[in-house]
């Protein structure tokens, strides 16, 4: 039988079970009767062919290159197009703006873009621009906040009127699911605006285009009839910009908006739909290796069995979060290994391992921020909380944001225990250990020569099953040695219309296209 919580666990589920916690994880919920508005496409027995989201919060640009925003990736995903598009339900990339690619050698990759491919304001998409948008993205002058996820590539040179070549630093099995992340500008439309003018204006290649943004209200982008692909059913959708996540369901209940994109467990129980399902944030605390307590390994194995993982999760997030099993991926990501499980919620077997360590009550400081990521604040209360019923003397402290960044990335700073978030979007292990292991990492925690090699070799191996059999290998040394407490993944979670036909994609993409109305 599962061991209690602590009281301070205790009370943060009365909490939430006041909120109206409810729903089931990766589930749709049926919708309670005369939630939302008459639907005038639904009375005349047509379905809706327009979209209203609420986001939460109004995107800093528009040029798809430039800026780590999720609000504006929210609207980009339907207006610009990668070479490579990420399949949603297997995660593997597949053909989008290229056709196909051919490796000339172990660091050259040619490829070939598609024909008859037209930008939104008519002009045709070309080599060179392909060539463009690769080197653009790489260029440090540029300076995107998402260079580091094109580390490897050293350039793109065009070879004809059909094809490029993207050169890599090194032999890189996962550039196709970077290239995922990379969309395609207009070379000539880029060049003729300054990047200031770029925030307001865009020329993709998407199934939609951008009709206006009205500042401090909306976005609203339109079908494009010139796509090259096959025409979305939805016509136009328009994104509203609500920061409260409480008027957000307001206004999904009262039919004011169809889609609340990143809903709360707290809201979600009454709402007409519920839309959940696998995300990609994971929750986790990193350990000072570098000195202190934390060196000792006995004493982060004690931590990792005194967190109840289940009881958090379901506290505060009513089930809409799961356990990290044993590492800091989950199934679907390449390198996630089966070998190894969920540490249990063990009391006993944590304090016994306190006590091999020789652990004397000694205080040891977690340090977290409040309200950059859901309920990370409670998650660090909660984590404290466990860790003290064990036997451990933690002090918490809470620092602004710019200073949780600051001792981040300053080894001098490391406590003994930090609050974090990451999350994966190539799906890959090797993005998670190179930033978060690996001794040159901006997260690491820990300097370990082995652990260096094995993440470079799998980094630079061409090999699937090779690259695999060496993250089974890591996955089991850092489940016997943990560099963190493995914590929870979220479930990605949005509020829908009751007539919203949408599945939720593996990757947590949201595309317009792929929705319509019954």
């Keep these: 039988m599962k061991k209690s919580l602590s009281i301070l666990l205790i009370c943060l589920m009365a909490i939430g079970l006041l909120a109206g916690c409810g729903g089931d994880s990766g589930t749709t919920t049926p919708p309670p009767a005369d939630n939302n508005q008459p639907d005038p496409g639904a009375a005349s027995g047509t ?54 690619y051919e490796n000339i050698d172990e660091l050259t990759w040619q490829f070939t873009i598609r024909d008859g491919v037209k930008f939104h304001d008519g002009g045709d998409f070309t080599v060179d621009d392909a060539v463009f948008s690769v080197n653009r993205i790489i260029d440090p002058d540029f300076g995107s906040q998402i260079l580091s996820d094109f580390e490897t590539i050293k350039e793109a040179v065009k070879v004809d009127d059909k094809t490029f070549q993207i050169i890599t630093q090194q032999p890189d099995p996962i550039l196709l699911k970077r290239l995922t992340k990379l969309d395609m500008v207009d070379k000539e439309f ?23 943004w009205t ?19 939805l016509e136009k959708a328009t994104y509203r910009f609500i920061e409260e996540v409480v008027t957000r369901s307001s206004a999904l209940k009262t039919g004011e908006i169809d889609l609340a994109v990143n809903m709360y467990p707290e809201y ?21 290796q570098f000195s202190g307590l934390m060196v000792n390994k006995e004493l982060r194995q004690a931590m990792n069995y005194a967190i109840d993982r289940e009881g958090i999760a379901d506290a505060l997030f009513a089930g809409y979060a ?16 089966d070998k190894v499980s969920a540490y249990p919620y063990d009391v006993a077997k944590a304090k016994e391992l306190m006590a091999q360590a020789g652990y004397n009550g000694e205080v040891i400081q977690l340090l977290s921020e409040r309200g950059r990521w859901l309920k990370d604040g ?8 466990n860790l003290t019923e064990a036997g451990f003397n933690i002090e918490t402290k809470f620092v602004s944001w710019n200073e949780w960044l600051d001792i981040l990335f300053d080894r001098s700073k490391t406590p003994d225990l930090q609050f974090s978030s990451t999350s994966n979007e190539f799906f890959d292990m090797d993005r998670t250990y190179s930033t978060l292991l690996h001794s040159t990492g901006t997260q690491t925690g820990v300097v370990n020569a082995e652990y260096d090699k094995m993440i470079e070799d799998a980094k630079s191996n061409m090999d699937p099953a090779q690259r695999q059999a060496i993250y089974d290998e890591l996955v089991q040394k850092l489940y016997d040695d943990p560099f963190a407490i493995y914590l929870l993944i979220l479930d990605d979670l949005h509020g829908g219309a009751a007539n919203l036909n949408w599945k939720l994609r593996e990757d947590s993409r949201i595309y ?7």
């Design 47 to 100: 379905p809706k062919t327009d979209i209203v989201l609420a986001i939460q919060g109004e995107p800093t640009t528009m040029d798809p290159q430039y800026p780590d925003d999720g609000n504006m990736r929210t609207i980009t995903w339907s207006v610009f197009e990668p070479l490579y598009k990420l399949n949603g339900d297997t995660l593997e990339p597949e053909p989008c703006l290229a056709t196909g």
């Design 378 to 385: 409670e998650v660090t209360e909660a984590v404290a909380a």
């Design 512 to 518: 317009i296209s792929e929705m319509s109305f019954s």
């Design 322 to 337: 799961r356990p990290c099993e044993g590492q800091m991926g989950r199934d679907g990501y390449f390198g996630y290994s």
């Design 215 to 233: 500042r401090g209200v909306e976005v609203v982008i339109t079908r494009n009839p010139e796509y090259w692909g096959e025409q979305p059913v």
């Design 268 to 288: 979600v129980a009454d709402l007409p739909q519920v839309l959940s399902g696998p995300g990609v944030e994971t929750y986790w605390v990193r350990f000072n």
């Design 190 to 212: 880029t060049e003729a605006h300054t990047n200031e003018q770029l925030t307001l204006v865009a020329n993709g290649t998407g199934p939609y285009k951008l009709d206006h």
